[in-house]
């Protein structure tokens, strides 16, 4: 009986935003009567228009705590937990998951999916796990040893550009945006420690590398109005010129224009930038602006070149006369304004150089943040179906579970796409043992870039221990500086010793003991990469032969969910459809190149404004999907 087993289950929900208010919702009024909630947030005014549980009176209040108290208001007696918390935290171990007959997820961002798989797997609970972008999302059902578990197939990288795409030869505003942010903004105003490749563009810069690093550093007693105009004319002026003469490069491309600000700004020249009005007064420091500061309005506005570099202009005074304390720490976030305007400014200035159109700062914002709006009644059906799930998993009910899509537009008159889950792949790194594989130049290589490109981006753990049979090589965490540079020359140490060429392979163990998680990497040596497809120098493969890697290497991958909801679909093509069989399921090595692991992949690419990447859904062939109705 589908009550009983509602009344008798003690559930965890992670994420109580979009989805798991609906879902709190939901399930208190399915007749769940013991919810445990985790969610790390505080409420937010840009919450409220979807997160129903939250008023305005709760913003700064725990999401957590303030949906509980909103839901025992229409059912008093049952039991509802909150942990204002990060999952990830360590009193969330497995032993705590443990004592739950099924985990819920309503996160936003892949790591915390990831974790909260790998914990399910190492507890042995059962995980529904959802997500959505805008009118698009799913919900999927994670069974250790009987479904394909959230990491079984690989999730796009974060969408990537070549360097020399975004330093040099920019062809579409979100190259722009990227060189804006991550960058211009990024050498501005934060780590000076961190690597950046603003000035490598061609060897002929090199030589005046020492130069360029000085313009970027404002001395004590440079006027901040000199300051700005100095880092204009440099970045848009002096910077493409120095590209232009490379000949080459141009042969088959337009040539970029150099805009220095005394020909953009030539009639406030009197008045160095326009008509600031320097009493403009601001709250506090979040509601520093430089379009309030200039009078300008409506983010929805494209702004004309003189506009662009006063803007930009005055965002970096700002940040300096306003802001100065972040200055050097800052890193680009979405909500923060004036970072908004100073990096669409700089885009936009940028896109003009290159002849492509500007944007506003609203469209700007949503490329820069990766922005899909979320609708709230996909959220709420998402959380309608983790429930029907969330009953199935308790009765136990192996042969009904369903993978559902929910679609932007009705094909065959079909929203709701139930889909038969997978088995597990034999060659998920998570679930199964399978080595992962490694490609490195191991004479160069650097232990710090194979735990941060590899090891933490890549495998996606947060604590890693790295072992070489009995030898240490690497452990994160709360240890001394000096141990940290020990570990981290000693693995390069390591590296660089191994015989060359490595032919056999050298296996590195790499544990993560937070996730209770371990698996192998198989180290083999490569001389040459390709720079533009290799960007990292490094290449993981982490299936077995029989199944090649079905990470597609030459689309543009996508923005890695670490933003939004991370809603996937199914494959946008046809041929991709068509192997998902309505009355058999199929194991992932019958398939040859396995397109349909990507089928259910695209999830990032979803939210990659680009136009290259829009994706056409289930056109045809959809005769199998109308017997699929979930009954
Ligand atoms: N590691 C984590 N531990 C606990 N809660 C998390 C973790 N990561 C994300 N969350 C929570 O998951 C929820 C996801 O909700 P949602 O996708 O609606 O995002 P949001 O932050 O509320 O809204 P938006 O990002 O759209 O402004 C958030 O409330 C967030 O706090
Ligand atoms: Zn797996």
């Known amino acids: 009986m589908a009550s009983e087993a509602i009344k008798g289950a003690k559930v965890l929900m992670v994420g109580a935003g979009g989805i798991g208010c609906e879902l709190l919702k939901t399930?208190?009024?399915?007749?769940?009567?013991?919810?445990?909630?985790?969610?790390?947030?505080?409420?937010?005014?840009?919450?409220?228009?979807?997160?129903?549980?939250f008023r305005q009176s709760h913003v700064g209040q725990s999401k957590a705590k303030v949906a509980r108290?909103?839901?025992?208001?229409?059912?008093?007696?049952?039991?509802?937990?909150?942990y204002h918390a990060n999952v990830k935290d360590p009193e969330f171990n497995v032993d705590f998951f443990k004592q739950f007959n099924v985990v819920l997820n309503g996160l936003d961002n892949l790591d915390a999916r990831r974790h909260v798989n790998r914990l399910c797997l190492a507890a042995d609970v059962p995980l529904v796990e959802s997500g959505t972008?805008?009118?698009?999302?799913?919900?999927?059902?994670?069974?250790?040893?009987k479904t394909e578990c959230y990491e079984c197939q690989p999730k796009p990288a974060p969408k990537t550009y070549p360097v020399c795409t975004i330093t040099s030869t920019p062809s579409k505003f979100v190259h722009c945006i990227v060189w804006a942010k991550d960058l211009l903004f990024a050498k501005l105003f934060g780590d000076k420690n961190q690597d950046n490749d603003l000035n490598v563009r061609s060897s002929d810069a090199a030589s005046s590398s020492e130069n360029v690093e000085d313009v970027f550093v404002r001395r004590n007693d440079e006027d901040i109005e000199q300051y700005g105009k100095k880092i204009f004319d440099h970045v848009f002026g002096y910077n493409i010129e120095l590209a232009l003469s490379n000949e080459e490069t141009w042969k088959n491309r337009n040539r970029p224009k150099p805009i220095y600000s005394k020909d953009i700004l030539s009639d406030e020249l009197a008045q160095p930038n326009g008509n600031v009005d320097k009493k403009c007064a601001f709250d506090d420091e979040f509601s520093v602006s430089a379009m309030a500061s200039l009078g300008m309005k409506n983010p929805q506005d494209i702004w004309s070149l003189k506009e662009n570099s006063r803007i930009f202009l005055e965002a970096l005074r700002l940040f300096f006369t306003h802001r100065g304390k972040d200055v050097g720490n800052l890193t680009f976030d979405k909500d923060d304004q004036l970072a908004v305007e100073f990096v669409t400014a700089a885009a936009n200035i940028r896109a003009a150089s290159f002849g492509i159109p500007p944007y506003s700062l609203f469209e700007a914002k949503g490329i820069a943040g990766n922005i899909v709006h979320a609708v709230a009644t996909t959220n709420a059906v998402i959380a309608g179906l983790i429930v029907i799930e969330t009953i199935k998993v308790l009765q136990n009910d192996i042969k009904s579970y369903r993978m559902t899509y929910c679609l932007e537009h009705p094909s065959r008159k079909m929203l709701l796409m139930p889909v038969e889950p997978f088995e597990p792949n034999k060659s998920c790194y998570v679930c199964s043992e399978t080595p992962l594989s490694l490609e490195i130049n191991t004479k160069r290589a650097k232990l710090k870039d194979f735990v941060e490109k590899i090891v933490k981006a890549k495998l996606g753990m947060n604590l890693p221990l790295i072992m070489n049979s009995s030898n240490l090589l690497y452990e994160a965490g709360d240890v001394e500086d000096d141990m940290v540079a020990i570990y981290s020359a000693n693995l390069e140490k390591v590296l660089a010793e191994l015989p060359s060429p490595v032919t056999g392979g050298t296996m590195l163990t790499v544990e993560d003991m937070q996730q209770e998680f371990v698996c192998n990497v198989n180290i083999k040596h490569r001389e040459e990469f390709d720079e533009e497809k290799e960007p990292d120098s490094m290449v993981l493969s982490g299936w077995t032969q029989h199944v090649s890697a079905p990470e597609n290497k030459d689309k543009p991958a996508a923005n890695n969910g670490a933003s939004t909801s991370g809603a996937s679909v199914p494959a946008a093509e046809s041929d991709e459809i068509s192997i998902v069989s309505p009355t058999?399921?199929?194991?992932?090595?019958?398939?040859?190149?396995?397109?349909?692991?990507?089928?259910?992949?695209?999830?990032?690419?979803?939210?990659?404004?680009d136009d290259e990447d829009d994706l056409v859904m289930l056109e045809g062939n959809?005769?199998?999907?109308k017997k699929r109705k979930l009954s």
């Not at 194991?587 to 404004?609: S, Y």
């Open 27 to 53: 399930l208190a009024l399915s007749g769940f009567r013991d919810i445990h909630i985790i969610d790390m947030d505080t409420i937010e005014v840009s919450n409220l228009n979807r997160q129903f549980l």
């Open 69 to 82: 108290d909103a839901v025992l208001k229409f059912r008093p007696h049952i039991n509802i937990k909150p």
């Open 133 to 145: 972008t805008g009118f698009l999302g799913q919900v999927t059902v994670h069974v250790k040893g």
């Open 584 to 609: 058999k399921k199929r194991k992932l090595t019958d398939v040859p190149n396995a397109p349909g692991n990507e089928a259910r992949n695209h999830q990032d690419e979803l939210q990659v404004i």
């Open 622 to 625: 959809m005769e199998g999907f």
